[in-house]
Every structure is written in C-alpha cells, then in structure tokens.
Nanobody, 119 residues
Framework: QVQLEESGGGLVQPGDSLRLSCTVSGRTFSSYYMGWFRQAPGKEREFVASITWSSAIPYYQDSVKGRFTVSRDNARNTGYLQMNSLQPEDTAVYYC????????????WGQGTQVTVSS
C-alpha cells in the first residue's frame, strides 16, 4: 500500500517561515500529482498547492501565490511546501495527498501536520 508521511509543522510567529515535507513509500507510480491541502478547526478542507511529479509543474491557490513554493525531490520521493510570510489565517492542519493521472480525486492522503501562526 502507498503511505504518505508528513513532517515540518510547528508553532511560529507572523512573518516566519516553515517547510513541510511529504515522503511517499510503498507502491511506486510513474505519473501522479502531489497536492497540499489545509483544514482549520470547524472549516472545510481547502486546496493549497500541487505539483506534477514528472515535470515539477506547480499550481497554487491564489491566497498563497507569491508566499508558498511547492517542489519535489525525485531521488528521495519527497515533496516540499515552503511557506514564507506566514499569517494567522494560515493556521490549519496541512495534508499532503497523491492523485494518479486519470483519477478524478486524490487517491492517498497523509495524516496531517499542525501549523500554528500566532503572536
């Protein structure tokens, strides 16, 4: 089975930065997207960013564009979400997920990592 392991969350102050990591293990796939989502308490889960694994083509939600950068390391089978200029409204549990090409939905999900931005 495919497993996604997330790390890098924590408590930071407004204006600080964090880098989240997501390592994929188990079955391997040649073509897929890695997506990043977040969910605040009592709120709906929302899309943050994604990247194609083969070509590293990024896509960002408008609210984070210019502040967040998504990347991947093929050799380590790991994706990254670099988050700069963090604001209190970025506080949420952040999830990575994997979507196979041709699938209408994300197929595999990590357990999530907490990001808290507070002064």
């Amino acid at each position: 089975q495919v497993q996604l392991e997330e790390s890098g969350g924590g408590l930071v102050q407004p204006g600080d930065s964090l880098r989240l990591s997501c390592t994929v293990s188990g079955r391997t796939f040649s073509s897929y997207y890695m997506g990043w989502f977040r969910q605040a308490p009592g709120k709906e889960r929302e899309f943050v960013a994604s990247i194609t694994w083969s070509s590293a083509i990024p896509y960002y939600q408008d609210s984070v564009k210019g502040r967040f950068t998504v990347s991947r390391d093929n050799a380590r089978n790991t994706g990254y979400l670099q988050m700069n200029s963090l604001q209190p409204e970025d506080t949420a549990v952040y999830y990575c997920a994997l979507q196979l090409y041709g699938s209408p939905e994300y197929d595999y999900w990590g357990q999530g990592t907490q990001v808290t931005v507070s002064s």
